[in-house]
């Protein structure tokens, strides 16, 4: 397959999985301030900081209001990162390297790309469910003919690649959330708030009947971490998502013969997961564990571009 | 009714009936409602919006994807008509390409003075690397597109060869696929010839020119200048029917003067491109130097026979409209045969007293730009303002060598969905011929475009033309429907 082909599809699968995930993320942070006691940062704003936006907005981070948020994650079309960007640019390489993808494929993202203005709109009114709701449709659509129309080959996976250590990234963000928001001063760790502020955590990426499913016990903020990193059967956990990327790297080293630095941070960063457990993430730090996965698993992604001549 | 001009439908002069293959055709326009016309319209170029069926046009920032309009009135030919199109249009190809074998080689019909030397050897699209370079297996347009006229029942005219990278077969294949979506009970009534072959034709073409040392299963790519190009859907269309690898300059690197692409598993050899980018900026080391989307290398590769460029370098020449004048001379000196297909009489500005019967009647005539294409530069007399005729003198006296004129031609027209229901609009014909090692092939029909602008002759996509599906019928099919 041609690189340029490859990187194209490696970015189409992380461009889409960032759209998902940041509007989840607003979601998320939206819910967090109807919570009662909320105090500053809000909601908006914890998720804001823990998307990394904020090292790329162009204004004051700390006045930055709801609405001015919202539009520069999901409306600006000057942040790379913004919904619409994404989109955009996943379009653009679907358009690119439509030889490399089934119809089926290439029309959810053309539609998504045509109707988006549309749905926007909704927006305006006040209504961001609509808009997460339709982001989230679409994804769903992509991934229905991915599944159901691809071939089984490089082409898919190298979608699913991008997808998947975008996704490795964005739940490590997400767990993030909760280390920037502050609970309000008289309630403490375990309390309603705090308990609260986790549910809305799994609500947000779909995972609270998951949890429900796992745990019986009610929540605990260990067990919410621990599903969200360690678990196997759920399928955002940083877990699932590095065995899943190291999967793919060795059907491309098969069909390929192409090994290399990716393969090998790929397989460390898995023996690292499974060489811990909760207790010891939580000793030495939930925040600092978070933030070296990012730094692993950017790594890996510039090793994946450079084994794979992007 | 007022006398007009040749209708696909109703046929010509003062009596107009119903022409043979249409009629079943007429009877489905009376039991369909314009209205219900209108709605299926709009569906169809719904699906070419989603499905990404796009045209860029140039120079106009608004409307970055467009798409090109379509009518669903097909335009019908009948299956004997297009027999004889058809002998027309291999003769043509055929003579193209012994023409362009000859003037980069032995140059017989220079010495023979069938045409005068100036014309070739000054002509900007000739290429001198090509006097040196012998395209693998002697095939230069692997791919025209030669544009016909029709102005009665049996007159039929070529009005452009197009023999460098003629666009718009996609659209011919997508408007048939189209109206199978849309109609497909009037499609099964009609036994059209089919048109979807034309993809697997293209790479039977594209691997029989491999070059003789390339392997028994050649790698072909299509080189496309990418996705902001016009006609960008058209190559990922083409790559995605042949299999071919689509590819921009930069995937591909010479070395040791072979060409090869730039894969996940590392280089891979190309043996033929078929380029979708213009001579000019195949290679920045032989051609223009500011190119981005060629390939450094490209020409010494090529000279050296380890890869076959599809249409070869320097086939412009042959589209050139004062080499299109000369034409019938031309195909008679190599194929021993006048011209099937005739010409449009075309008057040479750069003869003197050619120039001056031009600058008298500009306002009657058509003036196109030798080296024009795409509707661009040219003048339609009878339709301009005073001022744009005046402004288009001035360009004519400036250079007239750069001119030809032909006379308005009475396009024929064919009936078209507008709101008001169907109305004549002036139609064109682009069919595609192809040439292999393997000998000349070419799919019944072609694009048929569409000028839909009420009394405009222009059918340009870039210039607001639209696109309709042709059909080939056989009478033999159609008399079983009139029963």
Redesign the interface.
Same mark, same amino acid.
């Given at each position: 397959m041609l690189s340029r082909t490859a990187s194209s599809l490696y970015w189409i699968g992380r461009h889409i999985e960032r759209a998902d995930f940041t509007a989840r993320l607003i979601d998320a942070g939206l819910k967090f301030d109807m919570l009662p006691f909320s105090e500053s940062p809000s909601g908006i704003q914890s998720a804001f900081e823990a998307s990394g936006a904020t090292l790329i907005y162009p204004g004051d981070k700390a006045k930055a209001k709801r609405k001015q948020i919202i539009n520069f994650m999901c409306f600006d079309e000057s942040n790379q990162s913004s919904v619409i960007s994404c989109f955009g640019k996943a379009r653009h390489d679907a358009r690119a390297v439509r030889t490399a993808l089934t119809r089926e494929v290439f029309e959810e993202l053309n539609e998504a790309w045509l109707n988006f203005k549309k749905v926007q709109n909704a927006v305006k009114n006040d209504d961001f469910g609509t808009f997460v709701s339709w982001v989230e449709d679409v994804v769903r659509g992509f991934e229905g003919a991915l599944h159901r129309t691809m071939l089984r080959n490089e082409c898919l996976w190298f979608i699913r690649l991008g997808a998947a250590v975008e996704r490795a990234d964005n739940t490590a963000r997400l767990l993030d959330v909760k280390y920037h928001v502050l609970l309000p001063s008289k309630e403490h760790i375990g309390g309603p708030i705090d308990q609260a502020q986790w549910t809305t955590l799994l609500r947000s990426v779909s995972a609270e009947t998951a949890y429900r499913w796992l745990y019986r016990e009610g929540l605990v903020a260990w067990d919410v971490a621990e599903l969200l990193i360690l678990k196997q059967e759920m399928p955002r956990s940083l877990a699932a998502c590095i065995s899943e990327i190291n999967l793919i790297l060795s059907r491309l080293r098969s069909s390929n013969g192409r090994t290399g630095a990716a393969d090998r941070k790929a397989r460390a960063i898995e023996n690292k997961i499974k060489g811990t457990n909760i207790n010891n993430i939580f000793q030495s730090g939930l925040h600092e564990f978070l933030v070296q996965f990012q730094i692993d698993n950017n790594s890996l992604g510039h090793s994946i571009a450079e084994q794979f001549l992007f | 009714m007022k006398k007009t001009g040749f209708d696909e439908m109703w046929g010509g002069g003062n009596t107009r009936s119903i022409r043979k293959p249409y009629l079943s055709f007429a009877k489905w326009v009376d039991e369909v409602s314009v209205d219900e016309m209108l709605v299926r319209q709009a569906s169809a170029e719904q699906i070419f919006?989603?499905?990404?069926i796009t045209f860029a046009v140039y120079s106009n920032d608004e409307a970055e994807e467009r798409i090109i309009p379509f009518d669903i009135v097909p335009r019908i030919i009948a299956g004997d008509e297009w027999d004889k199109l058809s002998e027309g249009l291999i003769q043509r190809a055929n003579a193209i390409n012994m023409f362009l074998s000859d003037i980069y080689g032995k140059k017989e019909i220079m010495k023979a003075g069938i045409l005068p030397e100036d014309l070739i050897y000054a002509n900007p699209q000739y290429r001198l690397q090509m006097t040196v370079i012998k395209p693998p297996h002697d095939v230069w347009s692997h791919i025209s597109g030669i544009d016909i006229v029709r102005t009665g029942a049996d007159e039929f005219f070529v009005l452009e060869d197009n023999a460098r990278t003629p666009s718009g077969v996609s659209y011919m294949l997508e408007d048939r696929e189209a109206m199978q979506r849309l109609f497909p009970s009037l499609i099964e009534k009609h036994k059209i010839r089919p048109v979807s072959q034309y993809t697997d034709y293209l790479i039977e073409t594209l691997r029989s020119v491999a070059p003789p040392n390339a392997s028994a299963d050649p790698m072909v790519v299509i080189l496309t200048p990418?996705?902001y190009n016009s006609a960008?859907y058209e190559h990922?269309f083409l790559?995605?029917r042949t299999g071919a690898?689509?590819? +921009?300059g930069?995937?591909l690197f010479v070395k040791d003067r072979k060409v090869f692409?730039?894969?996940? +598993?590392?280089p891979q050899q190309v043996d033929v491109i078929y380029r979708r980018v213009d001579d000019d900026f195949i290679d920045p080391l032989m051609f223009n130097p500011d190119s981005m989307l060629g390939v450094p290398g490209l020409m010494d590769a090529y000279a050296q026979g380890n890869v076959t460029i599809v249409n070869a370098p320097g086939t412009g020449i042959a589209d050139d409209k004062a080499i299109y004048s000369y034409m019938p001379e031309i195909i008679k000196f190599y194929t021993g045969k006048d011209a099937i297909i005739p010409n449009v009489e075309t008057y040479r500005c750069r003869e003197p007293d050619k120039l001056k019967y031009v600058n008298d009647n500009l306002d009657k005539l058509v003036v196109k730009l030798v080296d024009g294409s795409g509707g661009y530069g040219m003048l339609v007399g009878p339709t301009s303002t005073k001022a744009q005729i005046e402004d288009f003198r001035k360009a004519l006296l400036k250079e007239p060598h750069r001119f030809i004129a032909q006379p308005t031609l009475a396009l024929s027209t064919c009936p078209t969905l507008t709101e008001k229901g169907l109305c004549p609009r002036h139609v064109d014909l682009r069919p595609f011929i192809l040439t292999g090692s393997n000998g000349v092939k070419i799919v019944p029909g072609g694009l048929t475009r569409v000028a839909l602008t009420e009394g405009s002759l222009v059918v340009n996509s870039s210039q607001g033309g639209g696109t309709k599906d042709t059909w080939v019928v056989d009478e033999n099919n159609l008399k079983v429907v009139e029963e």
């Open positions: - | 919006r989603k499905t990404g990418g996705p960008f990922s790559a995605d690898e689509l590819v +921009e930069s995937d692409m730039r894969t996940t +598993e590392g």
